[in-house]
């Protein structure tokens, strides 16, 4: 499939340590991947489901200790462990391949060999990036094809340049004592051992998307942001498009899909979605910041994904779509899940592969199971999902989940006041979370997690492309959902209803609405947020875009206390945001 030197030397080295009994080389053909499911059926892998309600789809289970991302597991392995920074937890390279090539040697024994190439964002656009992964599992092969580009056309792209991201994956023994994800930043490498389990198998997601990328967006020059992008189309047909980041449960995946208000649909306003976890953005020939999904399928959680919650998303599942750790309704063949609506099957087994009755009050689908589902599934899907050229970013937004502090929508005074609001993002915690209520957690533009290197270094990145972008940088905004009244209801609807204040946020962009000066930057006047149609008192919105000052000098101590993790690497800038705001609130 492709003369590249680098890539077949790098496959022969890896054959030699891990000694597969046959190789088998994925070119993306339909009918390849037809016969992989049929094998994956038969060495029940995978089960076929009801191909008459759910075409092409399938269920997946994976080992019991096998369900989620292991955090305190995931490395980056830097040359310098201070470049790793204090929120990521290193190892050495040489120490780290040692370690991995030796749980790894021999493991592929009497299995097969699946070479993967794939492309990050549409084959041959200027923002795509290529991989190679190696993997003996048939679900990641059949994973990777929905959620990635896969095919013999992703050689031809790639030549002979050495321009690629090799990823190893080894299932081992699934033995979480020895369970790695690997990240090495500076040789463009990603080794997962002892997993089965999406998030820590299909490389292509948040390690190659968001924790190598965001590091070659740091040499070159672009950002590999953790964001969904959406487009706004007015009754006029003009789209505006928004890039937002969220910590989880916050909503992200709802906002990606969203569905106007009906006082919307009926002037004729639609919502496109472009992408529901990452964006990849470079400064454009204009001058503007473009956006590209890197991805091209959806990894979502199933439990509360039903018809009223997020009907695009439970639509996107409904044909070519595999299933992972869900209950297994027996009567008819399909698949059920917590939240999905309020008749769970009599005849059923649970994400564990056990009979299952809901009477007995256990939980049926695991709490983090998923769809993998191909995007262009969504009855929403943006006619720009494919486009190399990604689209024009108007607005960033940041968001957390927060009961009082922040208010429903404010708008950074400039773009370093912007990666100021971005890197104090927090989320508080919720009893379901940790069993402890209220505990602010910092996830600076939802990145925590997934940057690949140093995240003060990542902030000078930001203020680096504000210079680059200068006057057509994108407003920056923050947006706060989750107000809650004095018994611990929401007040703010959500949902739908959240296109009233990206109206708001899309008005500011263009000039065409003024804002009220606070302490922590611009609110909109109550009155410019659309109630129409909606059931909202007018001071109910007023008390919801209330800056209270004690409030935000308790959350600057915090800011203070989390800014000090990242000793003197941290711009000056970000600290002399701090002292403004300060200032601001004396």
Not at 70 to 85: L, N, P
Not at 99 to 112: H, K, N
Not at 226 to 254: D, Q, R, W
Not at 394 to 411: E, H, N, W
Request: proline fraction near 5%; charged fraction near 25%; hydrophobic fraction near 35%.
């Amino acid at each position: 499939m492709t003369k590249n030197r680098s890539v077949l030397s790098w496959i022969d080295e890896m054959k030699n340590l891990v000694r597969p009994e046959r190789v088998v080389w994925i070119n993306g053909s339909e009918e390849q991947l037809e016969a992989l499911r049929e094998e994956a059926c038969k060495t029940g892998e995978m089960e076929k489901l009801n191909q008459e309600k759910l075409p092409g789809c399938y269920l997946h289970r994976t080992a019991i200790n096998d369900v989620a991302r292991v955090e305190h597991r995931t490395f980056i392995c830097s040359t310098k462990e201070e470049d790793a920074g204090p929120t990521n937890n290193w190892m050495e390279p040489n120490d780290a391949y040692k370690m991995l090539y030796d749980i790894a040697r021999g493991s592929y024994r009497e299995r097969t060999m699946y070479v993967i190439p794939y492309s990050m964002g549409p084959v041959g656009s200027p923002f795509a990036k290529y991989g190679v992964e190696l993997t003996d599992s048939i679900y990641v092969v059949l994973n990777m094809a929905i959620m990635t580009r896969v095919g013999s056309n992703v050689f031809d792209a790639l030549g002979d340049s050495n321009d690629w991201v090799r990823g190893l994956h080894c299932k081992v023994d699934i033995d979480e004592e020895n369970r790695y994800i690997c990240h090495f930043p500076q040789d463009n490498t990603i080794i997962s051992v002892n997993s089965g389990y999406g998030g820590n198998v299909l490389l292509g997601k948040k390690c190659f998307a968001l924790r190598i990328a965001s590091y070659l967006g740091y040499n070159e020059g672009w950002m590999a942001e953790h964001m969904l992008i959406l487009g706004i189309e007015n009754p006029k047909g003009e789209v505006k498009y928004i890039a937002a980041a969220f910590p989880s449960a916050c909503g992200k995946t709802n906002l990606a899909m969203l569905i106007p208000p009906e006082i919307y649909k009926k002037k004729g306003y639609k919502v496109w979605c472009v992408g529901d976890d990452i964006a990849w953005m470079r400064v454009g020939e204009d001058g503007c910041l473009w956006a590209v999904n890197p991805e091209n399928g959806f990894f979502g959680v199933a439990p509360g994904t039903n018809m009223k919650s997020n009907p695009n998303a439970l639509i996107s599942t409904q044909k070519g779509t595999i299933f992972t750790n869900v209950v297994h309704n027996l009567d008819d063949n399909t698949v059920w899940w917590e939240g999905l609506d309020k008749n769970p099957p009599k005849n059923a087994l649970n994400w564990k592969g056990e009979k299952w009755d809901a009477e007995d009050g256990s939980k049926g689908a695991h709490p983090n199971s998923r769809f993998t589902a191909p995007a262009v599934n969504c009855p929403c899907i943006s006619s720009e999902f494919n486009s190399g050229k990604g689209v024009p970013i108007s607005a960033i937004v940041f968001g957390g989940r927060r009961a009082k502090t922040a208010p429903l929508v404010y708008q950074s005074r400039d773009w370093n006041n912007g990666v100021f609001v971005g890197s104090i993002m927090a989320s508080e915690t919720t009893a379901a979370a940790t069993g402890a209520v209220g505990v602010v957690r910092r996830d600076p533009m939802a990145m925590l997690p997934f940057c690949g290197y140093h995240m003060a270094d990542y902030w000078t990145h930001w203020l680096d492309m504000g210079k680059k972008l200068g006057d057509k940088a994108p407003k920056i905004f923050n947006v706060n959902w989750f107000r809650l009244d004095d018994d611990g209801k929401f007040i703010w609807p959500g949902f739908g209803d959240n296109l009233r204040v990206l109206e708001w946020i899309i008005k500011r962009c263009e000039d065409r609405v003024n804002a009220v000066e606070t302490p922590i930057g611009y609110v909109p006047n109550a009155e410019d947020i659309n109630l129409e149609g909606l059931d909202f008192s007018i001071d109910t919105l007023k008390s919801i875009l209330e800056v209270d000052k004690e409030l935000w000098t308790v959350e600057t101590e915090g800011v203070t206390e989390f800014y000090e993790k990242f000793g003197d690497r941290i711009p000056e800038e970000l600290l002399n945001q701090l002292e403004t705001l300060k200032a601001n609130l004396k």
